[in-house]
């Protein structure tokens, strides 16, 4: 299980890229596994601003469609759109190529809900 130490880490198993006030998100590799084979994602609130804990898309699989949960409040500035062809580097590459989406954060002090990726362990059970 891959788990970077440098990302932070939400209790829905999403990762979280801080760069200066730009987050980059996407769902961890335990999120990929227990999904399954990603056949599609979708991102339609591009360009909104969305408060914390708010549904920004959704990660369709073979088995199930899961929600995905905004980290912070902030704007969606980006959406990965090669995911629009290819929604399997979800599961190939989820640090990477696999990322969904750049979020303009307005509230610094929520990154501090954020788990450590030794806390997203211990959630986890690795």
């Not at 601003?49 to 969606?76: M, N």
């Not at 002090?109 to 954020?114: G, I």
Request: charged letters at 30%; aromatic letters at 8%.
């Amino acid at each position: 299980m891959n788990i970077p130490a440098e990302l932070k880490y939400t209790k829905d198993h999403e990762w979280i890229k801080i760069e200066e006030d730009v987050l980059t998100v996407g769902i961890t590799d335990f999120a990929q596994s227990e999904l399954g084979d990603i056949v599609y994602v979708e991102v339609e609130t591009v360009d909104e601003t969305l408060e914390i804990e708010e549904v920004f898309g959704t990660v369709e699989a073979v088995k199930t469609v899961s929600d995905l949960f905004l980290p912070v409040s902030g704007e969606i500035i980006e959406f990965n759109e090669s995911l629009e062809d290819e929604p399997e580097k979800v599961n190939t590459d989820p640090y990477g190529d696999g990322w969904m989406v750049k979020v303009k954060f307005s509230d610094a002090s929520q990154l501090d809900q954020l788990l450590s990726a030794d806390d997203y362990k211990a959630l986890i059970g690795a």
